[in-house]
């Protein structure tokens, strides 16, 4: 039930593609590892450049989004279960990028993994590091992670953040740089099963 749109093109020296998975026209695909899980979407413009691509089930990569930079050795992205990553963003993988199931990465964001252009031996900052965004995560449009940030469960990031440094699980934070407004017990609503019902 695998189908793949006109004019894709994917290479990788190991390749697995689980069933009912849509590879949308136009996409290109260049890793040394794949592995896309069952029902997975790729949908149109999307441009992948790196290591390793990882792709839990029922996760859809939106259009136009672009992964890819800098390459090394670690180079990875890693994407669980039911996460969609919306239009327009862009993610690069230099150090590796998790991201756990069930978490939305809203519409131009963007995730870096270094910050270097000028020369560390002439004294200028150079920073290279994971992004860790675990499960159940928002970040709406436009929010941009820094390298070597964790993001923890649950947490909900506002639009047009810059996220710096690690973010407190079950949080609301917004900024630039990113501070938390609210922890859990100030943010979150606890709900009787009549409220639910």
Known sequence: GVKFGL???ITAREMEIGDDTRIAPLSFINVRKL??????KIHSMVAVDTNE??????????????????????????I???VKVFPYSF??????????DDVGIGGANYIFTHGSWQSQLDGFPVSFGPVHIKKGVWFPWRVFVMPNV???EYAT?????IITKDIPARSLAAGSPAKV?????QYIKRHTDDEKD
Do not use: W
């Open 53 to 78: 691509l990882i792709v839990g089930d029922d996760s859809s990569i939106m259009e136009q989004v672009v992964v890819g930079g800098m390459l090394t050795p670690r180079s990875r992205l890693s």
């Open 150 to 152: 964790t993001v923890g």
């Open 80 to 82: 669980g279960k039911r």
């Open 35 to 40: 592995k896309l899980g069952k029902r997975v």
């Open 181 to 185: 407004l609210r922890t859990e017990e």
């Open 91 to 100: 993610l690069n993988p230099t150090e590796p990028i998790t991201i756990e």
């Open 157 to 161: 990031i506002g639009a047009g953040s």
């Open 7 to 9: 004019l894709s093109v």
